[in-house]
C-alpha cells in the first residue's frame, strides 16, 4: 500500500501525521510512506528525522490583516496557489498513492485538491474543535473527514461524511503510571503542580507561574515543575527578584523545557498550560485536572474553542490570558486544592473525553475507503 501523508505549518499538524504513519510502519512494513509539506516549513527538519521520505512544494497562506506588507504577501500567495497544485499534481502521479492523508495547515489543501482530481481515495483529519480554513473546505471533497473532537463537525461543509478518532496520542503517554513516574522524579507526598507554555515559552503564564512559584515557596505546600521555554530564558532572574532561589527548594523544578514530558504528566495533580490540540488529549489520556490557558495568538482563537470543548464537559477550567495574573492564578489554584473532589472530578471528565486509540481508529477508517473506492472500480 503507498500512503501520501501532507499538512505542515505547525507541529500539530505534523505530529498526528507522523504518528499515523509510524503507526502504519509498525503494523504493515511492507507500506510506502511519502510526506509531502511546505518548502521551508518546519516539516522539512522533523519528517526525515522520523525517518520518512519527504517531498516539498512552495505554498502559503493569505493574509488577513490589510497592509502593503500583505498586499505584496497575498500577491505571491495567489501564485503559489497555482505552481502548489501543479507541483502536487506531479509529486501524486510520480508516487501513485493508493489514498492520501491531509493534516491541515496551508500545505494539505493543494496536495488533497489534486488527490481528489486524480481519483485518488482521500481523508483529512482535524485536530480542533474549531477547524482550520483548509479542512472546512476540503471537507466537501474528502471520501472522510476524521475528527479529533466531535464539536467541530457543525463548522464543517454539510457533505462532509466525519468519524470521531481523536488525536493520535505518544505511547509513552498512554504507558506512564502516576506512582512509578512519581518515583522516578523523586516525588514526596505533597501535591504535584505542572506548569508550561509550550517549547518556546509564553511570557504570560510565565509571569503568573512566578507568582505561583514564589508562594509555593514561602508555604512549601506543593512540589512544582515549570517550563518556561526558549523564550522565557530571563525567568529564573524574575524569580530572583521575587525572592525565590530555586536552588534553595528542591520541591520546585524549573527548567526551559520538559524532556520528560510523559512522566510529568503523569506524575500531576494540576496542569497549568495551553490549549493547543495535542496537549489537550494528553491531558485526557492520563485524566488530569488543567487550568487553560488558550493563546489569544493563534489561528481564529481555536485553542479557545479547544479549551471551552474541554470546559463544557467538566472537564478543565479557563483563565483567559487576558485575565491571567499572578493572584488570579494563585487564587485559582488555592481554589481547586481546597475542594478535593473538583479536581478529582475534572480529571475523571477529561478521562472520560479520552480516544486512546485513534491510530487504530484512523486505520480502520483509511482501510473501509480504500475498499470502498476497490468496489466502485469493479465491473
Given amino acids: 500500500m503507498k500512503v501520501l501523508f501532507a499538512g505542515g505549518g505547525t507541529a500539530g499538524h505534523i505530529n498526528p501525521a507522523l504518528a499515523v504513519a509510524g503507526y502504519l510502519r509498525e503494523t504493515q512494513p511492507d507500506a510506502?510512506?511519502?510526506?509531502?509539506?511546505?518548502?521551508?516549513?518546519?516539516?522539512?527538519?522533523?519528517?526525515?528525522?522520523?525517518g520518512f521520505a519527504f517531498k516539498s512544494i512552495?505554498?502559503?497562506?493569505?493574509?488577513?490583516?490589510?497592509?502593503?506588507?500583505n498586499i505584496r504577501?497575498?500577491?505571491a500567495a495567489l501564485v503559489h496557489v497555482l505552481?502548489?497544485?501543479r507541483q502536487a499534481r506531479g509529486i501524486i502521479r510520480a508516487f501513485g498513492p493508493d489514498i492520501c492523508m491531509g493534516t491541515g495547515g496551508y500545505v494539505a489543501g493543494p496536495v488533497v485538491r489534486e488527490a481528489v482530481r486524480l481519483g485518488v481515495p482521500s481523508v483529512i483529519h482535524e485536530q480542533n474543535a474549531f477547524p482550520g480554513v483548509t479542512n472546512r473546505i476540503l471537507s466537501r471533497y474528502a471520501n472522510r473527514t476524521l475528527l479529533a473532537v466531535a464539536d467541530a463537525q457543525k463548522y464543517l461543509s454539510p457533505s462532509a461524511r466525519c468519524v470521531l478518532t481523536g488525536n493520535p496520542v505518544r505511547r509513552e503517554v498512554l504507558r506512564a503510571g502516576r506512582d512509578e513516574s512519581r518515583a522516578r522524579l523523586k516525588l514526596?507526598?505533597?501535591?504535584?503542580?505542572?506548569?508550561?507554555?509550550?517549547?518556546?515559552?509564553?511570557?504570560?503564564?510565565?509571569e503568573a507561574a512566578a507568582d505561583l512559584l514564589a508562594e509555593s515557596a514561602r508555604t512549601g505546600e506543593f512540589q512544582h515543575i515549570h517550563g518556561y521555554g526558549r523564550w522565557g530564558r530571563w525567568f529564573p532572574d524574575l524569580l530572583k527578584q521575587k525572592g525565590v532561589d530555586p536552588a534553595a527548594h528542591p520541591e520546585l523544578d524549573i527548567r526551559e523545557y520538559i524532556t520528560d514530558m510523559p512522566e510529568c504528566l503523569a506524575a500531576a495533580d494540576l496542569v497549568i498550560c495551553r490549549a493547543g490540540a495535542i496537549t489537550l488529549s494528553e491531558l485526557q489520556a492520563q485524566g488530569k485536572a488543567a487550568i487553560l490557558v488558550p493563546s489569544p495568538n493563534v489561528a481564529e482563537n481555536h485553542q479557545y474553542h479547544n479549551a471551552m470543548a474541554m470546559v463544557r464537559r467538566g472537564?478543565?477550567?479557563?483563565?483567559?490570558?487576558k485575565n491571567l495574573t499572578g493572584p488570579a492564578l494563585c487564587q485559582k489554584v488555592r481554589e481547586l486544592f481546597a475542594?478535593?473532589?473538583?479536581l478529582r472530578t475534572l480529571g475523571e471528565?477529561?478521562?472520560?473525553?479520552?480516544?486512546?486509540d485513534a491510530n487504530e481508529r484512523i486505520c480502520k477508517v483509511m482501510r473501509e475507503v480504500l475498499e470502498e473506492a476497490g468496489a466502485r472500480s469493479r465491473p
Avoid at 60 to 67: A, Y
Avoid at 189 to 194: A, G, H, Q, T, Y
Avoid at 315 to 321: F, G, T
Avoid at 339 to 342: A, N, S, V, W
Fill in 73 to 75: 504577501k497575498n500577491a
Fill in 315 to 321: 472537564a478543565a477550567v479557563i483563565l483567559e490570558e
Fill in 83 to 85: 505552481t502548489a497544485s
Fill in 188 to 206: 514526596d507526598e505533597r501535591p504535584l503542580i505542572l506548569s508550561f507554555g509550550g517549547s518556546l515559552g509564553a511570557r504570560k503564564i510565565n
Fill in 58 to 69: 512552495t505554498v502559503s497562506g493569505f493574509q488577513r490583516k490589510v497592509s502593503w506588507k
Fill in 349 to 356: 471528565n477529561a478521562r472520560r473525553m479520552a480516544i486512546t
Fill in 339 to 342: 475542594h478535593p473532589e473538583t
Fill in 32 to 50: 510506502e510512506i511519502l510526506y509531502v509539506g511546505a518548502r521551508g516549513g518546519m516539516e522539512e527538519t522533523l519528517v526525515p528525522a522520523a
